[in-house]
T-cell receptor, first 111, second 112 residues
Framework: NAGVTQTPKFRVLKTGQSMTLLCAQD?????MYWYRQDPGMGLRLIHY???????AKGEVPDGYNVSRLKKQNFLLGLESAAPSQTSVYFC??????????FGQGTRLTVV | DQQVKQNSPSLSVQEGRISILNCDYT??????FLWYKKYPAEGPTFLIS?????DKNEDGRFTVFLNKSAKHLSLHIVPSQPGDSAVYFC???????????FGAGTRLFVKA
C-alpha cells in the first residue's frame, strides 16, 4: 500500500532550468495538493486539484504550473527555476474535507 | 497574513510530563481543525482532528481542545514520550472547502 509517492526525492537545478515533480496516489482520492515547506513558514499551498482535469491556484502559485490529466497523478512544473523556489515540496491527497495523506517530500535546491 | 498561527517555534518537555501545543486562528469561517506530526525527512502524518461543533476530542494520549470564542486550539499529549519528538502542525479548513491552511509548526523535544 504505497499511499502517496513523490518523484524525485532530491534535485538540484540551475537557475533558469525547468523540471517536473510527479505525485502519484493509489487511494482513488479526488483531491490533490502541492505544498511547499520553508523554515518558519509552515506548509503553504501552491496549487490544488478537485478532480481529474481541474486545477486551481493556492496561496503561492507564481512560478509554478500543474496538471491533473489522470485522477491518480498530479504534476508540478517549474518552467524557469529561481533560487527562491529552493524548498521542500510535499504532495497530498484527500477524499473530501478530511485528513490529508502526504508524500515523503522532494527537496529541491536551485543554485 | 497568517490565518493559522503557532507562536511557539519549539517546546521542550520531560518524558512522562504533559506537552501542550497551542494554535490560534483568525478566520471565523474555519470549522474543521487538524493536527499533523512530522518527523525529519518524512511527510506530515495526520494525528487528530476536531470539528467546530465539539470542544474536545480525545484519542489515546492525544487530546485536542477547541475554544471557538478565543479562536484557539491546543493539543495535549499525556504522558509525553521521546518518540513524540517531532514537528507538530496545526491546520484549519472550511467545511465543503478544498483549502487547508497550516501553521508554521512547533518542534517538540521530549527529553528522556
Amino acid at each position: 500500500n504505497a499511499g502517496v509517492t513523490q518523484t524525485p526525492k532530491f534535485r538540484v537545478l540551475k537557475t533558469g532550468q525547468s523540471m517536473t515533480l510527479l505525485c502519484a496516489q493509489d487511494m482513488n482520492h479526488e483531491y490533490m495538493y502541492w505544498y511547499r515547506q520553508d523554515p518558519g513558514m509552515g506548509l503553504r499551498l501552491i496549487h490544488y486539484s478537485v478532480g481529474e482535469g481541474t486545477t486551481a491556484k493556492g496561496e503561492v502559485p507564481d512560478g509554478y504550473n500543474v496538471s491533473r490529466l489522470k485522477k491518480q497523478n498530479f504534476l508540478l512544473g517549474l518552467e524557469s527555476a529561481a533560487p527562491s523556489q529552493t524548498s521542500v515540496y510535499f504532495c497530498a491527497s484527500t477524499q473530501g474535507n478530511t485528513e490529508a495523506f502526504f508524500g515523503q517530500g522532494t527537496r529541491l535546491t536551485v543554485v | 497574513d497568517q490565518q493559522v498561527k503557532q507562536n511557539s517555534p519549539s517546546l521542550s518537555v520531560q518524558e512522562g510530563r504533559i506537552s501542550i501545543l497551542n494554535c490560534d486562528y483568525t478566520n471565523s469561517m474555519f470549522d474543521y481543525f487538524l493536527w499533523y506530526k512530522k518527523y525529519p525527512a518524512e511527510g506530515p502524518t495526520f494525528l487528530i482532528s476536531i470539528s467546530s461543533i465539539k470542544d474536545k476530542n480525545e484519542d489515546g494520549r492525544f487530546t485536542v481542545f477547541l475554544n471557538k470564542s478565543a479562536k484557539h486550539l491546543s493539543l495535549h499529549i499525556v504522558p509525553s514520550q521521546p518518540g513524540d519528538s517531532a514537528v507538530y502542525f496545526c491546520a484549519a479548513s472550511v467545511a465543503g472547502g478544498f483549502k487547508t491552511i497550516f501553521g508554521a509548526g512547533t518542534r517538540l523535544f521530549v527529553k528522556a
